[in-house]
């Protein structure tokens, strides 16, 4: 299994819940790929490499499987899951409505400050996207959803698509590697933060919509290629 050491070492386990540290580190791990679908968690491995006990372990394992990461196989160990067409047909589709919903509502409240930090993170995708530098791409692109997520105002909204999101970015971190990808969603986010700036909430509400189901088709086409022989 992969040494999560640095990665640790970089967090540094706080007072903060142990548990929650614990999964958050192994969630990072699994949706950048240094945790691949199938792969077994050794609990005595992640024991010695947490410093903790088995309770800790066991507990980040049961938060993980409740958000979809990994699989307790009873008899046979922790896994992390494989993405299925399944996964992907079933969120996509119902964060694209949501977040879609949220950038309607987002377009009428947004400040001047929040298009002003919608700007910055869009420079930062255009930035990350000439290297190229895949990972820092994802961050801002992540960045910029966030900002008019939040401003939307509806706290059951945010709520619901914190967990799609992050799922959703474990399905995507893989689609990052084609810089075909990146070039057509900075065009997208440019018009979207057009939108915003207009404060065209109609406009802003289709087209966040129609990209994340574009993202949908996108993925869709990536998963039956891996499986094509």
Not at 139 to 168: C, W, Y
Not at 189 to 201: A, G, N, P, Q, V
């Amino acid at each position: 299994m992969v040494n999560l050491t640095g990665r640790i070492a970089q967090a540094g386990l706080k007072q903060s819940p142990l548990v929650e540290q614990i999964s958050n580190i192994l969630s990072e791990a699994i949706i950048e790929g240094d945790l691949e679908g199938g792969l077994q968690l050794i609990e005595a491995q992640l024991q010695d490499q947490f410093g903790v006990s088995k309770s800790p372990i066991r507990e980040a394992f049961r938060v993980l499987e409740k958000s979809g990461f990994v699989e307790i196989v009873p008899r046979r160990g922790t896994f992390v899951r494989k993405i299925s067409e399944k996964d992907v047909n079933e969120s996509f589709p119902i964060r694209a409505h949501l977040e879609g919903l949220a950038a309607g509502l987002a377009a009428a409240r947004l400040s001047s400050q929040d298009i002003k930090y919608l700007e910055k993170a869009l420079s930062s995708m255009e930035k990350a996207s000439r290297k190229p530098d895949h990972q820092k791409y994802l961050k801002h692109h992540v960045e910029f959803h966030n900002i008019f997520i939040e401003a939307s105002g509806n706290d059951s909204l945010i709520d619901m698509l914190k967990r799609l999101r992050t799922q959703n970015l474990w399905y995507m971190s893989s689609l990052y590697h084609f810089n075909t990808v990146i070039l057509s969603t900075l065009e997208v986010h440019r018009e979207i933060l057009d939108y915003f700036i207009t404060k065209d909430s109609s406009g802003a509400e289709h087209l966040v919509k129609k990209h994340i189901l574009d993202a949908l088709d996108k993925f869709a086409r990536h998963l039956q290629s891996q499986r094509s022989p």
